[in-house]
């Protein structure tokens, strides 16, 4: 790898080989001297450039991957992870949070119908089950790689959403163009396992962890005005949650 910034480690240290090596390579990824899509040598080339067992260098290149700074693909090698996206917990939408953080979003909608309400999202929306629902189903990325499956139901009587828009604007910007003010929410986190359509959507591999956000937005009258069950990538992105003493 030619561009990889000289490793070298001082087998008189106290500090563990494997840790040296994670360190610096940690250091150059940080200072941009391993600039993201950065291609790493493969674990075998790197030990012996460096005159370290095999054991060692997989664990330094395993607690990289373990932090999100690298990623590996069979068939394709490691590579220097692209930056995750660091969202802030609060009612806007993964679209504008992009656009303000200088990013750029891109849509493409999966599924968009009308169909019935029931279980679930009857309940959310609290409407009677039955009651005709918009379902959306959209792929969002930014600087062209897949970032978050987004699932919505809203109201099919709120504001009409055709997917050519969408496409081009977010949920919440197209809501409030149309004049619905949005108040408040409630939200919860969680994390699972990516099923086989899921990864291939995502680029990620079957099981790959994902970080699940479900969330009910309601109006400035108390309304809901609608409901996301949302998958995003833990390898590329986080929440942050600002806390405060009582």
């Known amino acids: 790898m030619p561009d ?11 500090v563990p080989l494997y840790f040296q090596v994670a360190r610096q390579l940690e250091q150059a990824i940080e200072s941009g001297s391993l600039p993201p899509g950065s291609r790493l040598d493969n674990e075998i080339a790197l030990a012996e450039e460096l005159g370290l067992s095999r054991p060692t260098m997989r664990q330094a290149i395993q607690y990289l991957v373990d932090k999100g700074l690298l990623v590996r693909k069979r068939g394709v090698g490691t590579h220097v992870a692209r930056a995750r996206v660091r969202r802030p917990v609060g009612l806007t939408s993964l679209f504008d949070d992009l656009t303000s953080s ?6 493409t909608v999966l599924s968009h119908s009308v169909e019935p309400a029931s279980g679930v999202v009857a309940a959310a929306l609290e409407v009677p089950e039955g009651t005709s629902v918009i379902a959306l189903e959209r792929l969002r990325s930014t600087n062209g790689e897949p970032l978050a499956i987004m699932r919505n139901h809203l109201r ?13 604007r977010g949920l919440y910007e197209v809501l409030r163009e149309a004049g619905v003010a949005l108040a408040s929410a409630s939200q919860s986190i969680g994390a699972r396992r990516a099923t086989a359509a899921e990864a291939k959507l995502l680029d990620e591999t079957r099981g790959a962890p994902l970080l699940t956000m ?16 949302h998958l995003y990538r833990a390898s590329r992105y986080s929440f942050e949650v600002a806390l405060t003493g009582r």
């Open 4 to 14: 990889r910034p000289q490793v070298l480690v001082d087998r008189a240290s106290p």
């Open 102 to 107: 200088g990013q750029q979003p891109a849509t």
């Open 156 to 168: 099919a009587d709120l504001v009409p959403l055709q997917p050519e828009l969408l496409e081009q």
């Open 214 to 229: 479900r969330r009910t937005a309601f109006d400035d009258r108390g309304l809901v005005v609608e409901f996301g069950d």
